[in-house]
């Protein structure tokens, strides 16, 4: 589990690249899903139905495959 701080790190760091307080409808992406990696290149700020549609579009089968390991887990799956 990620705390806090680290939870807030890259915010800052993405309002310091778009020169802006971000909205709350807006949320900060890892382009290379590295949640460590705060580089400003690595960050993007989508609101929350972009970010929601574009990993969608990208991951099907990995969203999948993690269903099915929760599963074989014996994970509920919502």
Do not use: C, F, W
């Not at 310091?16 to 949640?35: C, F, I, S, T």
């Amino acid at each position: 589990m990620r705390d806090r701080k680290s939870d807030t790190a890259h915010r800052a760091i993405a309002e310091q690249k778009v020169g802006r307080k971000l909205a709350p409808n807006e949320v900060v992406d890892h382009l290379n899903e590295d949640k460590e990696d705060n580089v400003p290149t690595n960050l993007d700020v989508k609101t929350r139905g972009a970010h929601t549609a574009a990993h969608n579009r990208a991951r099907p089968l990995s969203r999948l495959r993690a269903s099915l390991r929760m599963h074989r887990e014996g994970k509920k799956i919502y």
